[in-house]
Each structure stands twice: as C-alpha cells, then as structure tokens.
C-alpha cells in the first residue's frame, strides 16, 4: 500500500487467505475496472471471501491484496480509496476494531475524551468556547481547542449520516428507474428533475 503509513504484513494476517481465496480476491478486484456491470458481481465476491464482519487480520489483509492490486494495475490512491470504500459499502463488510493494545488503549482515551461533551448540545459548546475565548489563557485556549473538536467531530459524523441517507434514497430511486419501461413516463420524469 502506498500512503503514508508502513503495512507490516504479520504471520497472522498472512495466514488469512488460501491461495484459491487470494486469487478470488485478486480477480474480484481487478473485475472492478472492467465496467458497471462486473462491480456488484465483484464486489459480492470480496464479500463472500472476507466476510461480513471479518477480524482486524481478515480485513487488512485482504484490504492489502486490493490496494496492491490496483496499484499494480497503476491506480491512483484516490481512486484506490474510492473504490475500496465502494466496496465496504455496497457490501456491508463491517471494519472491525484492531487488536493492537496501542490502537485500543487511543480509542479508550477518545471515547473518554468525548464522554466529557456527551451531555452538552452544540449551542451549549459553542458558548462554552466563546467564553473560554473571551478572555484566553493557554489553559483556555487548551479548553477550546477541545471544544472546537468535538463540534467539528459531530459535524463530520452528522454528514455521514446524510451522506448515508442520500446514497440510500439515490439506490431506491435508480431501482425504481429502472422499473420504468415507458417513454411517456421517461419524459415527464426527466421534466420533473429538469425544474429543480
């Protein structure tokens, strides 16, 4: 994998795939360049040889032979992520938690961080911040710092949870499309989106 951080390919994670699942993987990837119509039956594939809810080793090793396949094929990253996180998605394959002591040990601390601000709502932390900021001290500025975070935390997870429903609405609109076998209806649909 190309990005910022070294992958260590462990003897656990190594052990995951036997050489028919590896191939499987390899194929299935490589079928998500050949066009639309081979994407789901590949995608379906990577699910079958993963799993749904596949341990910290499964998912990196086989997130690992994606990545190094597509790179091989001379893939941007971009288009790397992008296709990968089309892939969980459309999927339902779940990233499991990593059994690194140290990750655990940093989510703990995250999750406790945030515990702080669980009872507060976001108008509350923002006058929390503003008087924090009214009279700065590094102490306080430390404090709105945090603050600062948690609102623009909230704000990202809020726009998955839109995100996640527009995606939603979009597939059960384009399954209702392609129910439509008549031109008449094609028109005034098309009509309809063109006045928006």
């Known amino acids: 994998m190309k990005n910022s951080t070294t992958v260590v390919?462990?003897?656990?994670?190594?052990?995951?795939?036997?050489?028919?699942?590896?191939?499987?993987?390899?194929?299935?990837?490589?079928?998500?360049?050949?066009?639309?119509?081979?994407?789901?039956?590949?995608?379906?594939?990577?699910?079958?040889?993963?799993?749904?809810?596949?341990?910290?080793?499964?998912?990196?090793?086989?997130?690992?032979?994606?990545?190094?396949t597509l790179q091989n094929q001379g893939k941007t990253e971009d288009a790397i992520k992008s296709k990968w996180q089309r892939v969980r998605k459309e999927s339902g394959i779940v990233i499991p938690e990593s059994d690194d002591p140290e990750a655990k040990r940093k989510a703990?601390?995250?999750?406790?961080?945030?515990?702080?601000?669980?009872?507060?709502?976001?108008?509350?932390?923002?006058?929390?911040?503003?008087?924090?900021?009214?009279?700065?001290?590094i102490a306080r500025l430390d404090s709105a710092?945090?603050?600062?975070?948690?609102?623009?935390?909230?704000?990202?997870?809020?726009?998955?949870d839109a995100k996640a429903e527009v995606l939603a609405l979009r597939k059960a609109i384009k399954a209702e499309i392609d129910r439509i076998d008549d031109i008449i209806m094609f028109e005034k649909l098309l009509a309809e989106l063109q006045s928006y």
């Open 145 to 160: 710092k945090k603050i600062s975070k948690e609102l623009a935390t909230r704000q990202k997870e809020f726009g998955k």
């Open 9 to 68: 390919k462990t003897a656990d994670m190594l052990a995951q795939f036997d050489e028919q699942e590896n191939a499987q993987l390899v194929s299935a990837t490589l079928a998500m360049d050949e066009g639309e119509d081979t994407i789901a039956e590949a995608i379906a594939t990577i699910a079958v040889v993963l799993g749904t809810k596949p341990s910290w080793a499964r998912y990196s090793m086989g997130r690992i032979v994606f990545w190094e």
């Open 108 to 137: 703990e601390q995250r999750a406790k961080a945030r515990e702080v601000f669980s009872e507060k709502s976001d108008n509350d932390l923002q006058t929390e911040m503003a008087q924090l900021l009214a009279n700065p001290t």
